[in-house]
């Protein structure tokens, strides 16, 4: 059974820094692109950033060199470092993780922007 367990989340003023975390059991994790992605209300899913299997990554242009992703193979655990955070990237964060087929989610982290 797949399973991915996202945590980190929390209020943060702005201008401050989170860390993301997930962990991967059920799949062969060194095989797969992990990522994050981000809802926020009324809004569709979207990509925020991944990392392939050779560790290339690929960021999303609201980025703006603020995150970092990165994986610990070792661990099956990807994380995601939030800083200079906005306002808008309020939203609930998802771990992802996808080889050929269809994408697999945690259950969401909460990340709230806000003074």
């Known amino acids: 059974q797949v399973q991915l367990v996202d945590a980190g989340g929390g209020l943060v003023q702005p201008g401050g820094s989170l860390r993301l975390s997930c962990v991967a059991s059920?799949?062969?994790?060194?095989?797969?692109?992990m990522g994050w992605y981000r809802q926020a209300p009324g809004k569709q899913r979207e990509l925020v950033a991944r990392?392939?299997?050779?560790?290339?990554?690929e960021y999303a242009d609201f980025v703006k060199g603020r995150f970092i992703i990165s994986r610990d193979n070792a661990k099956n655990t990807v994380y995601l470092q939030m800083n200079s955070l906005e306002p808008e990237d309020t939203a609930v964060y998802y771990c992802?993780?996808?080889?050929?087929?269809?994408?697999?989610w945690g259950q969401g982290t909460q990340v709230t922007v806000s003074s």
């Open positions: 992802s993780a996808q080889r050929h087929g269809p994408i697999y």
């Open positions: 059920g799949i062969a994790f060194t095989i797969y692109t």
């Open positions: 990392i392939t299997t050779g560790g290339v990554r």
